[in-house]
């Protein structure tokens, strides 16, 4: 079951009253991007071979941010989140959370993560994971330094088991079909065999026929 994410009370509707827009990072933003980067600490080689992970805001229509969105099969991690003029920052944030929800019903996400440090995260459900939780932590970000925060969008074990009871149905309807599939072979191989034997008895009568009747010299008058 999906968890649809509401507005807490108080919360602005940013798209309404301010002129920022989402969009997906482009080649023609690498310059803005490799300079926010740079100035950041971040690895701007690195981010760059990876630029289609990245959302960008814009603010009339000038760079004015970025987000990495990083997908790994039913985990999403926000990372690398930040801004020339952090006075957009809160706005912004509202509008990437929207892209990043509808990210990832098209990808199937399960589970979003971050290590980032804004209490923006926090606010909309993000929380530090327990042991068990922290272990479902794909292998590609084990090695990431930082404190993580998770964010739930659908039930993991609800949909793993429904899973699972699917292909164990699929699995018995295939195991069902097998037995009946063998079931047919098997009558079949009778029948051949009936017929078979039903074969051979007609032959050997019709041999037995004519052995008996070689001998026996036609009655004939005599001319």
């Known amino acids: ?17 301010n002129p920022l827009r989402i969009r997906r990072a482009t080649v023609d933003d690498l310059p803005a991007l490799r300079s926010l980067w740079t100035t950041a600490g971040l690895p701007a080689d690195e981010l760059e071979a990876r630029l289609t992970e990245f959302q960008v805001v814009e603010a009339h229509g000038q760079f004015a941010g970025a987000l990495g969105v990083q997908i790994v099969r039913q985990h999403a991690r926000l990372h690398s989140e930040d801004y020339p003029d952090y006075a957009v920052a809160d706005a912004a944030r509202e509008l990437f959370w929207e892209r990043i929800q509808k990210l990832a019903a098209n990808h199937g996400v399960f ?34 330094e930082g404190r993580w925060l998770t964010l739930e969008l ?18 018995q309807a295939e195991k069902d079909q097998t037995a009946h599939v063998a079931a047919q072979a098997r009558k079949l191989r009778t029948l051949i065999t ?4 039903g074969v051979a008895l007609i032959c050997f009568a019709i041999l037995v026929w004519v ?4 001998g026996v010299p036609h009655l004939m008058p005599p001319p």
Do not use: Y
């Not at 994971?129 to 590609?140: A, F, G, K, S, W």
């Open 194 to 197: 009936v017929a078979g034997f």
């Open 211 to 214: 052995l008996m009747h070689r």
């Open 111 to 144: 589970r979003l993560w971050t290590q980032e440090t804004s209490p923006f995260w926090p606010h909309w459900g993000f929380q530090p994971p327990n042991t068990e939780i922290l272990e479902r932590l794909p292998d590609e970000w084990k090695t990431l």
């Open 1 to 17: 079951m999906q968890l649809f994410l509401l507005p807490p009370p108080g919360s602005r509707q940013t798209t309404a009253v």
């Open 154 to 171: 659908k039930n993991e074990a609800a949909i793993t088991s429904a899973l699972e009871n699917q292909f164990a149905g699929f699995m």
